[in-house]
């Protein structure tokens, strides 16, 4: 049941799903982090379909090698067993150790692009810290209508319940609402990006609630409520220990809750993490700052989440389709820029 140029592989005690794609060795390596019970074959399709109207064509383009990640969820063919105490950590550890294995195997920089989509946006700073410990990083990790490690954005996922096998249930959750954001970006692009059928079939599947933005864990055959732990898993308060941050919305009411909240919600991490890693740290320095380059520094900083945030047309799913996946490749590039740009602005005024 596997798809052309997928494996399966083990790394932190778990099985995953893995595709990579190689490309130019001066181009960083790009790697897709999927969301909520949602293989992330969604950045790549499936045989037969058109390439072109998913990302990882248009990554290769550019240059760029791709890795693709998706940790074991209720799949049929893919994963044959639950593991529904998986949790933020276990993931993150596994997608570092898969990283830095390719990266290893295939003499790319030691510094990736992330692109955490959905619920992923919750990896980006346990990825970081886990990268680090295999001497590898994250230049870049781009939240895709992701959930952040604020506490409580996405109340919804709170009346999930556990399946037979343990795992979070998305039929009769969200999995409507994904059929919806499909069926929109279907339409937008004039045919068929993506089946929903096959979709749902092939891509889709329950998974460990541990990883939901809902705090819940798995114990004792019920989800219960861990906000503490959660908090610590996810880095809430852990500034510093995030890599640099972008964002990548929509304006589509049918995600309203992304396109409302995701510009202040990870503005927050985007400004407190540049503050923590390039001010902060330097508190002689800040002190000795002129007038003049203090209201520089002011003008900076106020204006970095802004610069580094952008809207895109479509939904949820804003990458299907071959102008949305264009598009996204295109944006990455102009927020990869722009973050060097705001690093450097503040860096210089801070000397």
């Known amino acids: ?16 799903l893995v595709r990579f794609e190689p490309g130019r060795p001066d181009h960083p390596l790009v790697v897709f982090v999927t969301g909520g019970g949602v293989l992330g074959r969604i950045a790549y399709g499936p045989p037969g379909g058109r390439a072109t109207d998913f990302l990882c064509h248009w990554l290769h383009e550019d240059g760029f090698p791709s890795l693709v990640l998706s940790y074991p969820i209720d799949s049929r063919g893919v994963f044959d067993t639950a593991f529904p105490l998986f949790s933020v950590t276990d993931w993150a550890e596994q997608s570092a150790e898969i990283i830095a294995r390719h990266m290893d195997r295939n003499g790319l920089p030691a510094n990736a692009i992330v692109l955490g989509w959905s619920m992923a946006g919750r990896i980006a700073e346990p990825l970081h810290v886990a990268l680090r410990g295999r001497g590898k990083g994250i230049e ?18 709170d009346h999930m319940k556990p399946a037979a096998n343990g795992l979070a249930a998305i039929r009769g959750a969200y ?50 409520p861990d906000p ?22 929509h304006a589509s009411a049918i995600d309203a809750r992304h396109a409302l909240t995701d510009r202040s919600t990870w503005g927050v991490y985007i400004t407190l993490r540049l503050c923590e890693g390039l001010v902060f740290s330097q508190a002689d320095k800040l002190a000795a700052l002129p007038d003049e380059k203090w209201a520089l520094l002011v003008e900076q900083v106020g204006h970095a989440a802004q610069r580094l945030s952008t809207t895109l047309p479509g939904n949820h799913m804003f990458f299907l389709g071959e102008e949305g996946a264009r ?18 602005e503040i860096s210089v005024l801070m000397d």
């Open 228 to 249: 503490a732990g959660d908090a610590r898993e996810v880095g809430t308060a852990q500034y510093r220990a995030f890599p640099p941050l972008a964002l990548m919305t």
């Open 175 to 224: 999995l409507d609402w994904l059929l919806r954001c499909l069926a929109d970006q279907n339409a937008a692009a004039g045919h068929a990006v993506l089946d929903a059928d096959l979709f749902a079939r092939e891509m889709t599947g329950d998974f460990p609630v541990g990883l939901a933005a809902s705090a819940m864990r798995y114990r004792d055959g019920a989800f219960v």
């Open 327 to 344: 598009r996204t490749v295109q944006t990455l590039k102009q927020l990869r820029r722009t973050a060097s740009d705001v690093a450097g």
């Open 140 to 157: 870049l990790f781009i939240a895709m209508a992701a959930a952040s490690a604020l506490p409580h954005t996405l109340p919804g996922l």
């Open 1 to 16: 049941m596997l798809y052309p140029g997928e494996e399966l592989t083990q790394a932190a005690g778990y099985p995953a």
